[in-house]
């Protein structure tokens, strides 16, 4: 399992702007590093990580996809 200070550091390398909020370009430009994610599976990833659907991923919606 990761600790809390590991998946910080993955969040905050996502969280481009560094708002504390993980949007859903911020997310598909991260997970499109690796050429075989499509906007499609970035977008469905987003939306499954995004538990309260208010178009922003918290810190601790993104430790709870993590740790999943």
Not at 21 to 35: G, R, V
Request: charged share 30%; proline share 1%; glycine share 4%.
């Amino acid at each position: 399992m990761r600790s809390n200070a590991e998946i910080q550091s993955q969040f905050d390398e996502i969280d481009t702007d560094g708002d504390g909020y993980i949007t859903a370009d911020e997310l598909k430009m991260y997970l499109q590093q690796n050429p075989k994610v499509s906007d499609a599976n970035a977008a469905a990833t987003f939306k499954y990580a995004d538990e309260n659907s208010d178009g922003q991923i918290s810190f601790e919606e993104f430790a709870e996809l993590i740790r999943k």
